[in-house]
Structure formats: C-alpha cells, structure tokens
C-alpha cells in the first residue's frame, strides 16, 4: 500500500500524540510513585520569616527540607513561638507560594494555654502518626505545644515516630533568654510542653543551642545570596536582610538554629559530635522556668553538640538552591 502524504502525516500525528500521551502518563505515574516512595515528614514551625524584627530561621529550615526533594511532606502544622499563630499561616503561605509547592497548613496552638486544647494541627499530627506508624519524622522547630497536645489526645503516638527532631534546650551551654539565660526560647515559650515531649517520645533527636550556636550566618553568606539572580535567591535575600542586619551588628550575623535541625533530616554528614543522654526541662515559674537539665529525667534523647563548619556552609549553599557568584 502506498500511503500519500496527508496520510503518512495523519499517522506520524498520531503516533506522536500516541508517543507524548504514554510519556507524559509515564512521567506522571513516577513523579507520584517517587513521592510514595520518599519518607513522610510533618513540620511544626514558628516561621516569622519576613517580618520586621523577626528571626527568620524557620523558613530556611522549611525551604532546605522542600528544596531538597528528600520528603513528601504531608503537612505543616504552625503555632505561636517566634510570632503570633497567624503571623506563622500568613508566613508559611508565602513562603510556600514562592517555593510553588501545595502542602497542607494546620493551625496549632495559640500560645501556652492551649496545650491539651484540641487543635486542627494536633488532629493532624495524631492522625498521621497513626497512618505512618514506624515511618513518620516531625520535626519541631517552635514551641512544643503541638506535640505535647497531639500526645495528651492520643499517648500512643510516643512510639510511632521514626524521628522526633527538635530544636531546643541548652545543655552545657547558656541559654538565649534574658535576663537569667538559664533557659532556650523554644522550651521556655512552653516548658510543660517541652517536658511532656521530652519525658514520652521515643526516637528524640534534639538540636540545643550548643550545637546550633557553633556557627553563624555572616557577610560572606549574604554577599554569595545577593549575588545570586534566580527569583527564589531574590526572594530569600529580601526576607532575611532586615534580620540579618540587626543581627550582624551584635554578633556578626544571625544564628542559622532551625535550619541545623532541618539539614540533619536532609544530609547529617555536617554533625560530629552526638551523644545519647537523659533530658527534661524545669517547669516550675521562676529564674530556670524552661532550662533542659539531665539530672532526674526520665527519657533518652540523641542530643547533638558539635559540627563542622565548613560542611555545613557547603549544605546551606546545595540544599537552598544558593549559586556562589552566578
Ligand atoms: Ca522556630
């Protein structure tokens, strides 16, 4: 048979859309199996990144782990701590709108006194913990009060984490609240929370200010940040200079806390110093209200308290997508 060329067309035509349907589908079907695939992962954050006089460590956290497609991340869950609750929604939102990715937000707590107060966010941590038994992590980056809250509407839930990862605390080191800095910022913001968290869970993984003030964030950081011309390192560079300004001028920049208990989800070669011990937290009101102590706890954690410098620049550059000198 001879075809003419109206013909030969009409075939090649659909055997083209034949050929970009099945791949496209192809293409569809592994981008979600590769997400099934990946560990699920819930956040709990304070993010106030962006707003005046507000640290902005949470949302390098949040960004580093979504950066790095190393997690299908089922949802955040936001909270007061650094800012109010809806600072944190309103915060998250953008933050997540610029990274154009769709993950669930879940409104958490208040402020202290909603601890044991059921909150969409500790529905959502309870129910995914049951869904994901053995395989789920979360990782807090703010006041526990989430957590603690999750756990008082189902205890069964200690034992379901693959990783709890918290910042907070401080053990051999001083704390960063005045005037005493006995205590650390995030267990101080709700310290029976912290202590309900600390003396339950298994699998703690807790990141204290002695590690997460072992390096900092200088003029070098934001000199490559500003360099760099791709809208996220724009977006980035705008958020985080009013801070780093106030900051530079005390210390010589800004302390990167959350996002070293972030990167260990995302790539923990940077970490050389760990060890397991007991660590609960002091709850009675007073100069050490909030201060992680080790005598008289109860509970385990893996506490980490020392990195090396060098590796974890080189990761704040990789996983935040930031090109030196482009
Ligand atoms: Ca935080």
Redesign the pocket.
Known sequence: MKLNLKQILLISGSFLLFFFYSSSCAGQKSKSANKKNLPPLIID????MGLPFK?V??GL?VASIILSGKYDVKGITVTF??GTLQEARERILDLLSHLNVNIPVYNGAEDKYSLGVTTEAARFITAVAEKYRGRITILS??PLTDLATAYLLNKKISGYFKEVVI?GGAIFHEGNVPPEMESE??FWRDPPAAKIVLDNFKNIRLFPLDVCMDTIIDGEEMKNLSQCTSSWCQYLYNNIKDWYDIMSSIFGGFYP??LIAALYLVDNSFLTDYRTMPVTVLTEEGEYYGKSITTGAINKSLVFFDLNEERFKDEFYRYLKIGKGD
Do not use: K, S, V
């Open positions: 954050t304070d993010i106030t640290d460590d949470d956290a701590g650094n980056i703010g910042m910022f995030n806390y959350d």
